[in-house]
């Protein structure tokens, strides 16, 4: 690899928002309405420190400590769950009611999974720096010395424990951990510099971020398999439009929440599997039917949990 890093080596394709394609994509998240409404919020604070202090002055005026404490968070959220939750689809999106709500526009930083290197020694080091450094220069920018941003940046990295493993692990290399600490000197970085970006960690596997990660996180959001409500939520419109009554989709909701031990289908399940797959089914010669649906959710089987090395 070449001493010289360009921004193209180091982050995937950056999303500007607003954006209606990202609004249309975070509105179909259905059954995460919390964690989109909360995850909203706090990046909202971070990347526009203003936002709470207009707050305070409309509502608590003097209430000078409790906003300290909220400005003091590290710029660093986790979402942590089984595949197929909503994690990564919620990460890509929600910049753009972030952007809604703070009446700014906010780019997102997909880091490429190519940071990671080829393991030759300082090569994950010196991609992870040349990230953190990108988004400085990107975010010193647009820091404004009144306090509300011109716009904000969130740094993106999905599946996360590829970069951020527990430096406790005694199989780790010594190129990981020193990866590690990089990304740890970076958040560093962000947060004394206090500008208006946020860190987006996307994990399958909370217990294998590292601890000094974790602890930097201002929150960390649990993402699980859809229960009944949240699994009607996504699939009883789509549903409906194909014919289906209610009594039809409460055996789908049934059925699709696992039975005799099984797992329960996950989000992607419903939205990239089953409903496609109905429609498929009777494309194009015929409409789709209820009967026919029920035996393809009995031969289709939900994806397995994710496993941490930990029974399931």
Not at 200 to 228: H, K
Not at 273 to 299: G, N, S
Request: glycine share 8%; net charge neutral.
């Amino acid at each position: 690899m070449s001493d010289a890093i360009s921004i193209d080596d180091v982050f995937d394709r950056r999303l500007d928002f607003p954006d209606m394609g990202a609004a249309r994509r975070l509105a179909r998240l259905v059954g995460i309405d919390d964690a989109k409404t909360r995850l909203a919020k706090v990046l909202g604070v971070l990347v526009n420190p203003a936002g709470p202090r207009d707050w305070a002055e409309k509502h608590h005026k003097g209430a000078s400590v409790a906003l300290d404490y909220l400005e003091r968070r590290p710029p660093l959220v986790i979402l942590a769950g089984d595949v197929g939750t909503g994690k990564t689809a919620l990460s890509e999106t929600v910049g753009d009611a972030v952007a809604r709500q703070e009446k700014i526009g906010v780019t997102l930083y997909p880091l490429s999974l190519a940071t990671r290197g080829s393991g030759k020694v300082g090569e994950m080091t010196k991609l992870l720096s040349a990230a953190f450094d990108a988004t400085l220069l990107a975010a010193e920018k647009l820091k404004r010395s009144s306090g509300k941003a011109s716009g904000g940046i969130i740094l993106l990295v999905d599946e996360a424990d590829a970069v951020t493993q527990s430096r406790e692990s005694a199989q780790m290399h010594h190129e990981d951990r020193a990866g590690v600490n990089a990304f740890i000197r970076g958040v560093d970085r962000l947060a004394e510099r206090q500008l208006p970006v946020a860190v987006v960690l996307c994990t399958n596997r909370l217990s294998a971020i590292d601890p000094a990660v974790q602890r930097r996180a201002a929150e960390i959001f649990d993402f699980d398999r859809p229960g009944d409500k949240q699994r009607r939520a996504v699939i009883e419109d789509p549903l409906t439009e194909l014919g289906f009554n209610k009594a039809q989709i409460d055996q789908v909701v049934n059925l699709t929440g696992g039975e005799k031990g099984a797992v329960g289908y996950t989000f992607s399940d419903l939205t990239q599997r089953l409903l496609p797959t109905l429609i498929l089914d009777a494309y194009p010669d015929r409409p789709v039917r209820f009967e026919r649906a029920i035996e393809i959710i009995q031969a289709m089987k939900a994806t397995p949990r994710f496993r941490d090395g930990k029974a399931t």
